[in-house]
């Protein structure tokens, strides 16, 4: 079977396009919201989907012991989610959602990666920049075609993934750098989190890139230059080793997502967030603006 290339961590509408359908290609609806949104993500999708794809539940795909939301989940959890889709270690895979921001794709797509999964992307602009190009649409419920799965073998790769210890010592000056990627009212304190009980601000030393930031006008990824402007911007730098962090390891992931699109693969994501963070009363919190770079 010839594999299809993907180009790189994130592919366009166009390109998607031209290699639908084709063998060893999977598509996934990774699609997720808070819970505040009221939106039912499976709902959506099956009322409008890209042909062919199948829904990659976040919260079922995570760890149901965790009191944190949808953490990573054990890797043989991981594998038992990826054959009920009929993805295998040769899988090429695309995910997108229908957020118009890039929100929860690049979760899935991170996650896939820390289990050593490479072969796998983000579609640009999700399901609204292939709807804005005219693509059809499936309704209903997915149907595999794989008869028997060929089974899953994750491979972690702890480097992806950073404790509540780490960060902290990070923030005491540990070499790396904190990315935040909340809304900056969040960030300062000002503005209440959208769960309850998670005192508002941020981590200390850590530099404020909100994710809404990373899309343009129209729902895509801002390019190289825009991205390099903003990091310098926001006073990071990428020189460094680098942490995504945000509400609760979603969002964060955009930066890791447009920091390996640009070459940059060793992003590490703070898999427990502001959620655990925020909740915790034994972990120093900061208020305001960030601290001068």
């Known amino acids: 079977m010839t594999q299809v290339h993907l180009p790189g961590a994130a592919v366009s509408v166009d390109w998607l396009a031209n290699h639908l359908g084709s063998p060893g290609l999977v598509v996934l609806d990774g699609s997720w919201y808070l819970p505040s949104s009221g939106r039912d993500p499976a709902r959506e999708f099956r009322a409008a989907h890209i042909p062919g794809a199948r829904f990659f539940d976040v919260d079922a795909c995570s760890d149901p012991e965790a009191d944190l939301p949808h953490t990573v989940p054990h890797p043989e959890r991981f594998a038992a989610c990826a054959e009920a889709l009929g993805v295998s270690n040769r899988s090429a895979v695309v995910v997108y959602d229908a957020s118009g921001v890039n929100l929860s794709a690049p ?61 902290l010592e990070a923030a005491r000056g540990g070499g ?70 945000c509400g609760s390891g979603t969002s964060a992931c955009a930066f890791a997502w447009l920091m390996a699109r640009d070459g940059r693969e060793d992003v590490a994501i703070y898999d427990g967030s502001w959620s655990e963070w925020g909740g915790r009363d034994d972990l120093p919190v900061d208020t305001g603006p960030p601290d001068p770079a």
């Open 107 to 167: 979760r899935v797509w991170w996650t896939f990666r820390y289990f050593g999964h490479e072969r796998v992307a983000v579609l640009d602009g999700g399901l609204g920049a292939w709807q804005g190009a005219g693509h059809p649409l499936d309704t209903g419920e997915a149907v595999l075609t794989l008869e028997v799965p060929e089974p899953y073998v994750p491979t972690p790769r702890p480097e992806l993934i950073r404790s509540a210890a780490q960060v």
């Open 176 to 245: 790396a750098q904190i990315v935040d990627m909340r809304p900056r009212g969040r960030f300062e304190g000002t503005a209440a989190e959208p769960r309850p009980g998670l005192r508002g601000g941020h981590v200390p030393g850590s530099r404020s890139l909100p994710y809404r930031d990373l899309v343009d006008e129209e729902g895509l990824a801002i390019g190289s230059d825009a991205l390099a402007a903003r990091l310098a911007r926001a006073g990071i730098d990428s020189s460094r080793p680098l942490i995504g962090t």
